[in-house]
């Protein structure tokens, strides 16, 4: 049974490109049915404290100009079936909320608007902000990260979209209200590098672009078979 379901996820047969159909972050079964992900994209979240217990996050690529795809929530390290705070303001034309019967089936706690995904299979502009707001405690809790998954397609092409993983953003490094980017992993064990992987990622200043290897520490349960406009294989987020 679960292969069957499996096998049709992968088909294309559950095309979403109105947003993922779930709500956890799974990077081993979004290898399975696009491929690895592609380090080089160099997608990170630039934070930024831009009110009480609020963050304003940002979409940057120095290599790209936009993206089409995302999924993205706070959550503590430790459980992220936990949703922290919740987001109060984003251009809700390209993108929603998590759908809140969804996320409950796959065991997410948290307010309603605590998880955001795409609205449109449109390319989104880069600079894309998203302001989230939590209480004090999650916004200084040791361990509090953004989590996000972002794919597009190369400008023209066709088929599957690369995706990359975005470093994890961390919460109470930006107390002093400097701008930072998510920090680089050291491929294949989820940790936090100050100098990153093999492109260079961020250190305590958030500065550079972030290496995504492999990033075992934001696998989790779920994924499923996204499809941009023109039927164009693109994000995998598959309940299996």
Known sequence: MIFAIATLLLSGVMAKPGGAPGCIINET???????????????????????????TFTVVN???????????????????????????????????????????????????????????PARVGLNTTFTWTGTAEEMNGKDNNLFAVIASLDPGATGKAKWQIVPPVKLHDDADGHNHEGHGSTGGTGGSSGTGGSTGGSGSTGTGTSSQASQTAISEGYSSTMTFAGGLTAFLFALL
């Open 29 to 55: 079964v979004i290898t399975t049915g696009m491929g690895p992900q592609t380090p080089t994209l160099g997608y990170t979240i630039k934070s930024t404290v831009s009110g009480p217990n609020t963050m």
């Open 62 to 120: 120095p290599n790209r100009q936009d993206f089409q795809g995302i999924l993205m929530y706070v959550a503590n390290s430790a459980n992220r079936k936990i949703r922290l705070g919740k987001f109060t303001s984003m251009d809700m034309k390209k993108f929603k909320f998590q759908n809140a019967t969804t996320c409950q089936k796959q065991g997410v706690t948290g307010d309603p608007s605590a998880t955001v995904t795409h609205a449109i």
